[in-house]
């Protein structure tokens, strides 16, 4: 069974870092499009950052300049390495990805790694 783990949330102070890791296992044929969004508390789950499997990455506006995504294909793992955090950035962070099997494919998403960003 696919599964996608998180790690590397937790509490920074703000103007602080953080990486976020998340390990994609479990009958993997092709990993395609990776991302990880972020649901604050009474708010909508929305997208922070995203990353195609040829490298193409696209970011929301609140977080291009301070955020950055990269993933290695040979471990099947994407990372969010978070600078200049403020204390807006705190949330759940979730990674997505579009995962195929050998007999479908389907969208997959982590357990949620909790940011904290105090100022």
């Known amino acids: 069974q696919v599964q996608l783990v998180e790690s590397g949330g937790g509490l920074v102070q703000a103007g602080g870092s953080l990486r976020l890791s998340c390990a994609a296992s479990g009958g993997i044929f092709r990993l395609h499009d990776m991302a990880w969004y972020r649901q604050a508390p009474g708010k909508q789950r929305e997208l922070v950052a995203g990353i195609t499997s040829s490298g193409t990455r696209n970011f929301a506006d609140f977080v291009k300049g301070r955020f950055t995504i990269f993933r290695d294909n040979a471990k099947n793992t994407v990372h969010l390495q978070m600078n200049s955090l403020t204390p807006e950035d705190t949330a759940v962070y979730y990674c997505?990805?579009?995962?195929?099997?050998?007999?479908?494919?389907?969208?997959?998403w982590g357990q949620g790694t909790q940011v904290t960003v105090s100022s």
């Open positions: 997505n990805a579009r995962i195929a099997t050998m007999t479908f494919v389907n969208n997959y």
